[in-house]
């Protein structure tokens, strides 16, 4: 087989895939080479936008580190990582609602008793955040674990400042009490911009989008029999509720973070300045086939 | 713009673009997303082969060096560069056939003399190889420079081995006489597999395919007032002419590796045993656009 041209050359790739390890992989590859070759066949580039899209896909291979995952921050800007969230929870059950993962999850945060505060001393806003984990059956999940996450009130998470703050903080794994609860602690998160200082910076940039994200709190829930939840919930009245750069809002994850005066909280503590709390209660979707083991489960 | 669903998403996507910095921008972005989410539609991915997805491509971004381009060997391995390469020469000129420019292409290689050895003193064969460089009109372009690359007898490139080698080899920049022509000594060059211990390589694998090139010499060639020619000279009888992993043979691009006996060799050089020669005979596409400056254009 030689002399390919424009018309002949996507088949040709076909072909070759015809001794793939598996079905799944033959099936990708094949997906890939066609809509590949049909955005090329588009924009027709030439070999200096070739190269362009070359040195983008270099740059943003070489921002990607331990800290920073740049091919995420670009599924994520260009849609794909809320199609693939949507692909994969069709069902209409009576459960919370997803959204993306993010670039900043951590696979080992530290464990933390009920209503620890896991701030780790940074300044802002107290935040006082409460929720219920449920089965969609509406039966409370005792023993869940919920690993919680979130910005400073300056829109940056723990590990993009690592080296100032010298450890993890506003993020914690919990597991719920026998009714389901989980509380604990934190500072009031602000909106923040994706890192843009990146190749995807620029890429916004260009396309003429700003990076912002509405401010939110980050939740992952693992119950045995149940899917595994990755959601946020949102700050009501953010100004970038519609225009999210990564496309993640949804109505029903919007949550008040209501404005509290000094006293005693829903939690008993005694807080001696104004504070705000954040009240969510998630339902899980079942999973027969999930994982027994819900630590196990969590960190899959 | 909220509650996006795996039908809506898309066009989300596509309307934050209304601002793009030009209409070429809007123009590559808009198909990049249509053509990646039908892409994401067709295959459906679980979360894991999103995440192998993402992995995948840091992988090539970190594989990526001074001395390694993984983005090129994926997009010679999937038949894009071959695509992109077909797009950019549709007219039916008189003019040599194109082919990949490959990952090898060393800017500033040295200015050799006509006629000169740059095998570098790298064991092998010798190779004597002649040329002719004229417009599609049939007139000799005389100035007009010429890159040639290859590998040496093992299938390595001098940028592969550098630590080894200490130095560049098997490579140089030569202007072509008052006929049009160019010559120089170098060792035979063999069949090789692409550099395959990194991401692309274990997507061939999967993919089972074999990682191959037919033995070729590559030369890019600039003259004012014509295209850059970037082609290679395959070696007739090879193997692999049939199954080049990066699809690039064209019949037009196979030339014969003469086997010839010591002696005087076409060049007047006597050699004492006995070596093989390939001779091309060039022809440039008009291009009226070029840059008037050879080396200018050349390194472009």
């Known amino acids: ?20 390890r598996d079905a799944r992989m033959h099936q990708i590859s094949a997906a890939l080479v066609r809509h590949l070759h049909a955005f090329v066949r588009e924009v027709e580039p030439t070999f200096a936008e070739w190269e362009a899209g070359i040195d983008f896909l270099t740059r943003t291979g070489h921002f990607c580190n331990d800290k920073r995952q740049e091919f995420i921050l670009l599924s994520d800007t260009l849609g794909v990582s809320m199609l ?3 692909i994969n929870h069709r ?12 670039p900043f999850f951590v696979q080992h945060a530290p464990e933390c008793a009920l209503g620890a505060d896991i701030s780790g001393g940074m300044p802002g806003e107290p935040l006082l955040i409460t929720g219920s984990v ?48 989980v509380r604990c602690w934190s500072i009031r998160p ?22 912002w994200r509405p401010a939110h709190v980050h939740f992952m829930i693992a119950a045995p029999g149940h899917e ?18 990564v496309f993640g809002v949804k109505d029903s ?17 005694v807080i001696r300045r104004p504070y705000c709390h954040l ?22």
Chains 1, 2 share one sequence.
């Open 279 to 300: 009240h969510h209660d998630f339902r899980l979707r079942p999973d027969p086939a999930s994982a027994a083991n819900p630590a196990e489960f969590a960190s899959a």
């Open 91 to 102: 069902s209409a059950e009576a459960a919370t609602e997803t959204t993306v993962l993010g």
């Open 134 to 181: 449920r089965g969609s059956d509406g039966q409370p999940l005792a023993g869940a674990v919920v690993d919680i996450w979130h910005s400073d009130s300056d829109g940056y998470y723990d590990v993009q400042q690592l080296d100032e703050i010298g450890d993890l903080a506003m993020r914690g794994r919990f597991r719920t009490d026998e009714n389901g609860g």
């Open 253 to 269: 994850l919007i949550g008040a973070f209501a404005e509290k005066p000094a006293g005693q909280a829903a939690d008993g503590r």
């Open 84 to 86: 693939v969230d949507a």
């Open 1 to 20: 087989m030689r002399n390919f041209n424009e018309f002949t050359i996507t088949n040709a790739v076909m072909e070759r895939l015809k001794d793939a």
């Open 190 to 211: 602000a909106a923040y911009p994706i890192p843009h200082d990146g190749p995807v910076g620029r890429m916004l940039e260009a396309q003429g989008r700003h990076p």
């Open 228 to 245: 595994k939840l990755v959601t946020h919930i949102f700050a009501s009245g953010d100004r970038y509720l519609d225009s999210d750069v």
